[in-house]
């Protein structure tokens, strides 16, 4: 069985009375990229901060390499941490990588850098939890998926063939609601 790096349970988020993250649950192989999609405020800074100890979840748990992040486990100390915009060096080192929106605002040829490098991560074993609010920018990359929206886990999984249609209608469905607001 293929060992899970990340594996985040249940994981709740309440902000003022409010609750961001609903009982987000999903895992993450080892040697594989893992892409987080989801639009803008669905959550997925605030779950990649959650696991990467920036702030304390309301409830549920992470582990990784099986060991609870949190007790004496600093994730930190062994994921490397990428947040917008993608900062390029020759070689991007760790074997745990979390990238928060790094395509975002970048021009199409540093993009497929940055794509280009993280096969290379994969290549040599490491593992890539990458997140984005552009479905496209890593549907080619990834092995497998995450959708969140309003804080919910919609999919995970392998990707399924219907992944576009699928975030598509999340994503429609939002400006629809929009419109039909300002009428
Ligand atoms: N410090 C905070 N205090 C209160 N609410 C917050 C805080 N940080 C985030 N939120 C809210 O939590 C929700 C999720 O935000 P988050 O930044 O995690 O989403 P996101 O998916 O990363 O969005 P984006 O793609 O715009 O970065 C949003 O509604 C946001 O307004």
Redesign the pocket.
């Known amino acids: 069985m293929t060992k899970n790096v990340i594996e985040i349970r249940k994981l709740k988020k309440v902000?003022?009375g409010?609750t961001?993250l609903k009982n987000v649950s999903f895992s993450v192989k080892k040697g594989s990229i893992h892409g987080f999609i989801?639009?803008?405020?669905?959550?997925?800074?605030?779950?990649l901060k959650c696991l990467m100890s920036g702030i304390i979840p309301s409830a549920g748990e992470i582990y990784l390499e099986g060991k609870k992040v949190g007790e004496n486990e600093l994730a930190n100390k062994k994921i490397g941490f990428m947040t917008e915009p993608a900062e390029f060096t020759d070689n991007l080192s760790p074997d745990i990588l979390v990238l928060?929106?790094p395509t975002s605002g970048l021009d199409p040829s540093y993009r497929g850098i940055l794509l280009n490098q993280l096969e290379g991560v994969r290549k040599r074993g490491g593992t890539v939890l990458i997140?984005s609010?552009i479905l496209s920018d890593l549907q080619k990359l990834v092995d497998s998926t995450t959708i969140?929206d309003k804080?919910k886990i919609i999919y995970t999984g392998e990707k399924p063939d219907d992944i576009e249609e699928m975030y598509n209608k999340l994503v429609l469905k939002d400006k629809i609601k929009a419109k039909e607001g300002q009428t």
């Open positions: 902000y003022d409010r961001v989801g639009p803008n405020g669905a959550g997925k800074t605030t779950t928060d929106e997140s609010h969140i804080g």
